[in-house]
């Protein structure tokens, strides 16, 4: 009898270790499984840009992580390649200090001005440089534009990105740029949170293990989502149902906008105000709402250089599914980037024959 016991308790023991044994298999083959079927399914991408970690963030201009080159597949018709430079913008690798005295331009925005779901050469700023480099000017343009974020958080980019000498900034207008000012916290914050958590013993280890997996990408999906049903605020302001709080978000981008051009003017960099309209905007049926008009007043009482796309998007001759990536997404497509760049390559022009003559002039006294 005495025996009995412990032969008892380790046979439960062994009993609990097959079950515990067991039960990781399932788990580890149902996760794998899982990540198997997302990936072949090609409704979820397995890489992603990342923004930059903690201990490089403040090294470098831009916020993406340096070097990455990735091919995002958020589905097989969006397919596209990012590459993201030493500096932390979307291209090409670009000198800072400009040594080479070429004409720089950068372009600042939302996910319309980085590109999202086009390759590298199709973006906005890709095909501007293109297009004005086709003037017979040496000219740069940086891709400064990042997903998600309002004016708020472009003045922050604008700011972070001071030690890059630029001659012309263009800041992009998106027609969510209002709305998504009521935001419960701007983007630049809710980025700087996840740096510092990310950066914690043990996160960045389980992180870097997952970030480029098919499962944490939809976990991504699926927290957006839920955060989108439960904070509907920007939602509500889109659809003009406050109309204080929608004046209130108006008066306060007309602040934000003063703000840009009073800090570029103490930097002597010229500034021009792009409005880049929404699928929506193609069809001459679809009653405005007056957003367009209203922005492009706002920039013209300030006496700021605007770029209404509404016209030359238009008059292209195209459908909106030819320009913008219907039906599988409302970005734009490279064909409508193409149309975008001609249209502001045609304006710009004269001010980089002006900055090349200034830069000659310049050079001649010293």
């Not at 308790?9 to 079927?37: D, G, K, N, P, Y």
């Not at 999202?116 to 017979?136: C, F, I, K, N």
């Not at 708020?152 to 800041?171: E, F, H, N, T």
């Not at 960099?269 to 367009?292: A, E, K, L, N």
Request: charged fraction near 25%.
């Amino acid at each position: 009898m005495r025996n009995r016991w412990p032969m008892r308790a380790a046979q439960r023991v062994r009993i609990l270790m097959f079950h515990c044994i067991t039960w990781t298999l399932v788990v580890v083959v149902s996760v794998l499984a899982a990540e198997v079927s997302l990936r072949m399914s090609g409704r979820m991408t397995g890489e992603s840009v990342a923004t930059a970690a903690e201990e490089v963030f403040d090294s470098i201009p831009g916020v993406f992580e340096p070097g990455q080159k990735v091919v995002e597949r958020p589905r097989p018709e969006l397919q596209h390649r990012v590459s993201i430079n030493s500096l932390g913008y979307r291209g090409r690798e670009i000198d800072a200090q400009n040594r080479s005295g070429r004409i720089r331009l950068m372009c600042i925005g939302d996910s319309f001005t980085y590109g999202s779901y086009v390759d590298d050469d199709q973006t906005l700023p890709a095909q501007l440089e293109r297009a004005l480099r086709g003037t017979g000017y040496p000219v740069d343009v940086i891709n400064a534009g990042v997903g998600g974020t309002t004016i708020v958080d472009q003045l922050y980019v604008l700011k972070k990105s001071a030690r890059v000498d630029v001659d012309i900034v263009l800041l992009v207008f998106s027609e969510n740029d209002i709305s998504d000012l009521a935001k419960d916290e701007p983007m630049y914050i809710a980025l700087e949170k996840n740096r510092r958590l990310k950066a914690r013993l043990g996160v960045r280890q389980i992180y870097s293990l997952l970030r480029n997996t098919a499962l944490f990408h939809l976990a991504l999906e699926v927290r957006g989502w839920y955060q989108g049903r439960s904070s509907n605020e920007a939602d509500r302001v889109d659809r003009g149902e406050d109309a204080h709080r929608v004046e209130a978000l108006w008066n306060r981008y007309d602040m934000l906008l003063g703000e840009v051009q009073a800090y570029l003017a103490t930097r002597s960099v010229r500034f021009v105000f792009v409005i880049f309209p929404s699928h929506y905007r193609m069809d001459f049926q679809v009653r405005s709402d007056g957003r367009i008009d209203r922005v492009e007043g706002l920039a013209k009482r300030r006496e700021v250089r605007t770029i209404n796309l509404l016209e030359p998007l238009r008059a292209a001759g195209y459908g909106a599914s030819d320009l913008y990536l219907l039906p599988y997404d409302g970005h734009p497509s490279g064909r409508g980037y193409a149309v975008a760049a001609r249209a502001i390559a045609q304006e710009l022009e004269m001010d980089v024959r002006e900055v090349a003559g200034e830069r000659r002039q310049h050079t001649l006294s010293r």
